[in-house]
């Protein structure tokens, strides 16, 4: 497939923690390695490297500030004590025409949508017993902060424009092939 054209997409990956997002890229990544059509994005943390989940660039809360000062980010949040940034290296990676594919929080769909001609956003959904079990299983919350992230993914819905809901309830292998083929349709 070549889908190369004057502008790539940008795909929004977006769903509440513990709904499997970073499990669902990494696969996709591994699916998608030797496609000239994909670029996934690692972003910016402040967060040590070794703190578990998804691979990301880790930086100081200074380091962050220096590049969000410098405009080294498109877009860019805090959520839970930390900093996310997304490198506006991916300005030229969709001037290629390629599909740009980045985990973002929920808030920053509409700023994302004004930046950008082509938006596509991929909500990720489970059960809510299955993200339960997950975020109990992870063991980094406490029971307030669970019951929190579950009141919010339930109370959160996600319409409009170029938006695929996707529930991640299946197998690991069985869900990161469909969730691979949405990227390459």
């Not at 962050?64 to 839970?80: D, I």
Request: charged share 25%; net charge negative.
């Amino acid at each position: 497939m070549n889908s190369r054209s004057n502008t790539g997409t940008l795909w929004l990956v977006v769903g509440p923690s513990g709904a499997g997002k970073d499990s669902l890229l990494d696969g996709a990544k591994a699916a998608l390695l030797d496609s000239p059509d994909h670029y996934f994005v690692r972003r910016d943390i402040t967060r040590p490297a070794d703190a578990g989940g998804e691979d990301h660039n880790p930086v100081s809360v200074a380091e962050f500030e220096a590049t969000q000062k410098e405009g080294g980010y498109c877009l860019s949040w805090e959520a839970h004590d930390l900093r996310y940034g997304i490198p506006k290296a991916i300005e030229a990676e969709l001037s290629a025409g390629r599909h740009v594919i980045v985990n973002v929080s929920r808030a920053l769909i509409d700023t994302a949508r004004e930046m950008f001609p082509d938006v596509r956003v991929v909500n990720i959904t489970v059960p809510r017993a299955v993200l339960e079990s997950r975020l109990r299983g992870r063991g980094r919350e406490s029971e307030a902060d669970i019951q929190k992230r579950l009141e919010r993914a339930e109370a959160f819905t996600l319409e409009g424009p170029g938006v695929i809901t996707f529930i991640n309830d299946r197998p690991l292998e069985e869900s990161i092939a469909a969730f691979t083929a949405i990227f390459t349709q």
